[in-house]
């Protein structure tokens, strides 16, 4: 493992290369004022809207920040339990046409995700130094534990942007 664990190679280099905070519980913790800040500012409404043609409903980015954060989660316990087998990747946009998510409320997604989050926080706070350094196979990328914690915060935050970026302008 390299000295960070914020020094991930590959896809996820864009992920955590976004994230300043030195310590897991520290990244965890700042992102908590942003969440707070975010969620409440979309109503039912605006939680429809789309960019583009073809690009995600806000409803759809927020179930795909839940789907992934759970997939993030559960790659960072097999790999702290020393899981040997090759964890399989998984294809967002997949998991996002089959979602059901404009279907739902913006309160139950909303509900939803910081039910996941906070099982993340506590679910990584229950991992001692040893277990975060574990290793493991997810696709073709080789990573810790800690970095998948690293991971899904960097995943938040490069989608906050995007929402602010692309669906927050018009």
């Known amino acids: 493992m390299t000295d960070s664990p914020t020094n991930v190679q590959g896809y996820f280099k864009r992920y ?40 995600w409903t806000i409803k759809e980015v927020l179930q795909h920040l839940i789907d992934a954060e759970r997939v993030f989660a559960f790659r960072a316990l097999c790999f702290s339990r020393k899981e040997a087998a090759t964890l399989p990747s998984f294809d967002e946009n997949d998991y996002a046409v089959n979602s059901n998510a404009n279907n739902r409320s913006w309160q139950n997604l909303v509900d939803e ?36 914690g690293y991971i899904t915060v960097g995943h938040f935050t490069h989608h906050s942007n995007v929402l602010a970026e692309r669906y927050f302008t018009v």
């Open 16 to 55: 955590t290369d976004l994230v300043n905070e030195t310590t897991l519980a520290s990244a965890f913790t700042a992102q908590s004022t942003v969440i707070k800040e975010l969620l409440p500012k979309i109503t039912e409404e605006k939680s429809t809207f789309a960019y583009a043609e073809g690009k």
């Open 113 to 148: 995700f910081l039910a996941v989050r906070r099982s993340t926080i506590l679910l990584f706070e229950s991992f001692d130094q040893q277990m975060l350094h574990c290793m493991g196979t997810a696709g073709s990328n080789i990573l810790s534990a800690e970095q998948l």
